[in-house]
């Protein structure tokens, strides 16, 4: 038996000129099927035995992925002021990220690009090493 | 309850950290006079059991500058009515 839920954890990534991202270290399966979900578009079927196709539309999964980690950062707006987005709806957090310049945006999309990828060879090293488990405070405490 | 005071919002969340058990709309807030404690309720859009059972939740009550973040110390769903009450603000 194995623990298959973790305890919701965040990274902060550094970014150029001192700024940083607050994101979470992992996504949920739901977080995950939601972002595959603004990712992909739908699958149409073939004929019996025809190969199946999955479109994959790389602005929107670029986007889809960082709205999909994000929790914070130290932006600040054109006057100098926090650029919030921690706890704000996504309509918020995605307006935020529209008027970012092009190339900060870049910087933010690869940082947690480069992110998903660390995050899945540790996930992988994890399952190799002898023991695999993972210890109880990975879960979230039940209240009941 | 004798009511000091009320705060309405149209959005707000019910935390497990991050993860979100619960969207809130329509929220009205009070703080007891005599006691101190605060109050919620609201209109339930979406909640996840799962994240609902766990313990520590927030009520996030996010504005323009941030987020009021209260400690939940009891709750219950009549869906769709959400009611808690509230430890102090963190």
Same mark, same amino acid.
């Given at each position: 038996?194995?623990i ?14 001192? @700024? ?13 099927? &939601?972002?595959l979900? +603004? ?10 035995g025809?190969p ?10 670029? %986007?889809?992925?960082?709205?999909? *980690? ?11 002021r926090?650029?919030?987005?921690a ?8 307006? &935020?990220?529209?008027?970012?310049d092009?190339?900060? *945006?870049?910087?933010?999309?690869? &940082?947690?690009? &480069?992110h ?7 996930? %992988? @090293? ?17 209240? +009941? | ?8 919002? !149209?959005?707000?969340? /019910? ?12 929220? =009205?807030? !009070? ?5 101190g404690a ?5 209109? /339930? /859009? =979406? ?5 609902? !059972? ?24 009549? !869906?769709?009515r ?7 603000? =963190?």
């Open positions: 038996m194995s298959r839920v973790r305890r919701p954890a965040t990274e902060r990534l550094e970014l150029s000129q001192g @700024d940083f991202l607050i994101v979470k270290q992992d996504l949920t399966a739901g977080e995950y099927r &939601a972002f979900r +603004a990712a992909t578009k739908p699958v149409t079927m073939g004929a019996a025809a199946a196709a999955m479109e994959l539309d790389p602005i929107a999964a670029g %986007e889809a992925m960082v709205l999909a *980690y994000l929790l914070d950062w130290s932006f600040q707006d054109a006057d100098g926090p650029l919030v987005i706890d704000q709806p996504p309509a918020v957090v995605r307006a &935020a990220l529209d008027h970012l092009s190339a900060s *945006y870049m910087e933010v999309q690869r &940082a947690i690009q &480069a998903q990828t660390a995050r899945e060879t540790a996930i %992988e @090293d994890e399952k190799k090493t002898a023991s695999g488990a993972t210890g109880p405070d990975r879960t979230l405490t039940s209240a +009941a | 309850m004798r009511a000091a005071g009320v705060l309405r919002g !149209a959005h707000a969340q /019910v935390k497990a950290a991050y993860l979100t058990a619960a969207e809130i709309t329509g929220y =009205t807030l !009070a703080k007891d006079e005599l006691t605060w109050f919620v309720s609201g209109t /339930v /859009v =979406t909640s996840d059991a799962y994240l609902l !059972a766990q313990a520590g939740l927030l009520f996030v009550a996010p504005h323009k500058g941030g987020a009021w973040r209260w400690v939940i110390e009891s709750f219950q769903i009549a !869906a769709p959400f009611e808690a009450r509230l430890k102090a603000l =963190t």
